[in-house]
């Protein structure tokens, strides 16, 4: 059975940085290669805030653009969000999420506070 574990977060002040880790583990053999980062503030609805697919192509939301990095090692069939910059509107829960044997897999959520 596949499970995502995320780690990291935390509190942080305004302009600073944080990097998310997201491992699926049971996938002993095969590399996941498609992943997404979302977010869920108090009181909204959970949005995605980056992506990667395929060979390496990347999305990231009109909010984090330019602050925010998806990266990926399919070795270790891990996906990473650095976050740079951080502002206080980017403090919520950050999941990660695949698509494993047709399957939706979420993580556990990672809580970000940025404070101002």
């Known amino acids: 059975q596949v499970q995502l574990v995320e780690s990291g977060g935390g509190l942080v002040q305004a302009g600073g940085s944080q990097r998310l880790s997201c491992v699926a583990s049971g996938t002993a053999t095969l590399s996941i290669i498609n992943w997404s980062w979302h977010r869920q503030a108090p009181g909204k609805q959970r949005e995605l805030v980056?992506?990667?697919?395929?060979?390496?192509?990347?999305n990231y939301a009109d909010s984090v653009k330019g602050r925010f990095t998806i990266s990926r090692d399919m070795r270790k069939n891990t996906v990473y969000l650095t976050m740079d910059g951080l502002k206080p509107e980017d403090t919520a829960v950050y999941y990660c999420k695949t698509t494993h044997l047709g399957r939706d897999l979420w993580g556990q959520g990672a809580q970000v506070t940025v404070s101002s």
């Open positions: 980056a992506s990667i697919v395929g060979g390496g192509i990347t």
